[in-house]
C-alpha cells in the first residue's frame, strides 16, 4: 500500500488515542466456518509479557496490516484520554445522534465514527479523567434521554470505559481503535465532518475542544451512578467445540496440555495439532472454556478429533450398527 504517514500523524494518534501501552489485536485469521475474526493481546516474541504499543503499532495500524484495539482505562491513574460510546443495535444511530447533540448543549465536541453496524462516538479529555466520572455523566444522559444501556441480551449502548476503576494490573475492555482497517468489514470507518483522509480525519480530530476536569465535575454535580447500571459482561465467547465427554470422566483436556494461561473466561495454551504440523509457536491457538473444560476450540480450526489424536488420546468412535 503506498502510503505516506507522516512521524506527525502517528504521534498526534499515539497523544489523542493511547492511555496505556497494553493493547489487542484483531486476528488475521477469520474463525473457521465463520467471518468472525477475534480480539488478543499480543505478546512479546517469545516472552509471556504484553507487548507494548508503539508508533510502530500505530503506523501498521494506520497502514491497515494490523487492527489494534484500545484500551480505555489506565490503572495506574484509573483515568481515560477519551470515552467512546459503542452502538450496533437497529436505530442506534439514532441514539448516537441524540447524545451527540445534548453532549453539544454542553459544549462537549462529539466525534461520531461509523462502524460496521451503527457507530462509536467519540469524545476527549484532556487532562485524561476519571473513569468513574465519566461514566457518571454518560450513563446520567442516557437516562435522561431515554437511550438503552446494554445489558444481557437487551440492546443498548456501551460505554467505554466499562468500569469505575481497574485492578492493578487490570485491562478492562478494549475497543477497536479508530482509522484502521477492520479485517471482517476489510475496509477503514470514518469520522463524519471531515473528508476521508488520514490527514484531514485526524486534523479534525485535534481540532476538537477537549473536556477538562472543572467541565466534567460541573456536569455531574450532585449526581452518582444511576442504579442498575450493570457490572460489564465478559465478552461473548465463540462457538465451542463440545469434546462429547461427560462431565467428571476420563479425559480432561487440561491434564493433557502444556501450560496455560487464563484470558477472560478462556485457558489459552498451545494447540497440540497445530504444534505437531510445526505451527502456533505463540502457543496461544488452543482455547479453553474455563468454566466448562469440556469445551475447546483452534483458532486455527483443528478438529476435536485432531487434537486429540495429536494428544494420543484419539476420541473413541462409538460403535454404530
Ligand atoms: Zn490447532
Known amino acids: 500500500m503506498d502510503m505516506h504517514l507522516t512521524t506527525r500523524l502517528v ?51 494506520l497502514e491497515g496490516t494490523i487492527t489494534m484495539g484500545l484500551y480505555a482505562i ?3 491513574t484509573q483515568r481515560c484520554k477519551w470515552v467512546a ?26 466525534a461520531l ?15 485524561p479523567l476519571l473513569a468513574r ?25 456501551e460505554v467505554f470505559p466499562k468500569h469505575d476503576t481497574l485492578r492493578a494490573g487490570g485491562f478492562g475492555n478494549a475497543i477497536r481503535g479508530p482509522l484502521g482497517i477492520h479485517r471482517e468489514a476489510n475496509r477503514r470507518f470514518w469520522f463524519y ?19 477538562t476536569e472543572a467541565d466534567l465535575r460541573r456536569f455531574i454535580a450532585g449526581e452518582m451512578m444511576p442504579s442498575g447500571v450493570a457490572l460489564p459482561r465478559p465478552a461473548p465467547t465463540p462457538a465451542w467445540v463440545y469434546s462429547g465427554e461427560k462431565r467428571g470422566t476420563e479425559f480432561d483436556i487440561l491434564h493433557h496440555v502444556g501450560k496455560v494461561r487464563k484470558v477472560g473466561r478462556n485457558y489459552v495454551t498451545r494447540c497440540p495439532s497445530c504444534a505437531g504440523a510445526g505451527h502456533d509457536r505463540g ?10 473444560t469440556r469445551f475447546y476450540r483452534c483458532w486455527a480450526g483443528c478438529t476435536k478429533q485432531m487434537i486429540r489424536a495429536a494428544l494420543r488420546c484419539p476420541i473413541r468412535m462409538r460403535q454404530t450398527a
Open 11 to 61: 504521534q498526534d494518534y499515539l497523544h489523542l488515542f493511547v492511555n496505556r501501552r497494553a493493547y489487542t489485536l484483531q486476528s488475521m485469521r477469520p474463525l473457521p466456518e465463520s467471518s468472525r475474526h477475534y480480539y488478543f493481546r499480543p505478546r512479546e516474541n517469545g516472552t509471556e509479557r504484553p507487548a507494548a504499543l508503539t508508533q510502530s503499532t500505530i503506523r501498521q495500524h
Open 74 to 76: 489506565n490503572p495506574t
Open 85 to 110: 460510546i459503542d452502538a450496533d443495535y437497529k436505530n442506534s444511530m439514532e441514539d448516537l445522534l441524540k447524545l451527540q447533540y445534548r453532549l453539544s448543549e454542553d459544549n462537549v465536541q462529539a
Open 113 to 127: 465514527e461509523m462502524s460496521k453496524r451503527g457507530g462509536h462516538l467519540w469524545i476527549f479529555l484532556r487532562p
Open 133 to 157: 466520572e465519566c461514566r457518571i455523566y454518560i450513563h446520567n444522559l442516557a437516562l435522561r434521554l431515554g437511550v438503552p444501556v446494554k445489558e444481557g441480551l437487551r440492546d443498548g449502548i
Open 193 to 211: 465532518g471531515a473528508d476521508h483522509t488520514l490527514e484531514a480525519q485526524m486534523a479534525y480530530l485535534n481540532g476538537l475542544r477537549r473536556v
Open 283 to 292: 502457543g496461544d491457538n488452543l482455547a479453553i472454556l474455563v468454566s466448562d
